[in-house]
Nanobody, 127 residues
């Protein structure tokens, strides 16, 4: 049974930082591309970052480039998202997602592209 558990969310002031983690079990972690999505109230779930199985290739949505960094520790089955210079518009529920094999840089932002999901961790950025 696949389990993906996010942690590290919270309330932070604008300009602050948070580091999200996603602990994965029940699948061969290093065979899966991983991603972070977020969903704000009343909005669609959006992909914000993706990382390849070995951690070499990464992609980011323009709105977080230069502020967020995705990484993974395949020895510990952990996915991370370091978020710096947070803005109120970053407020959302953040989810980790997994897809077996190689990811496509053209379609990774679609939630339908990923097969396994965590339950989410809330990030709230105050102005």
């Amino acid at each position: 049974q696949v389990q993906m558990v996010e942690s590290g969310g919270g309330l932070v002031q604008a300009g602050g930082s948070l580091r999200l983690s996603c602990l994965v079990s029940g699948l061969a972690f290093d065979d899966y591309a991983m991603a972070w999505f977020r969903q704000a109230p009343g909005k669609e779930r959006e992909g914000i970052s993706c990382i390849s199985r070995g951690g070499i290739a990464t992609d980011y949505v323009d709105s977080v480039k230069g502020r967020f960094t995705i990484s993974r520790d395949n020895a510990e089955n952990l996915l991370y998202l370091q978020m710096n210079n947070l803005k109120p518009e970053d407020t959302a529920m953040y989810y980790c997602a997994a897809r077996a094999g190689v990811y496509s840089s053209h379609v990774w932002r679609s939630p339908q592209y990923f097969t396994s999901w965590g339950q989410g961790t809330q990030v709230t950025v105050s102005s």
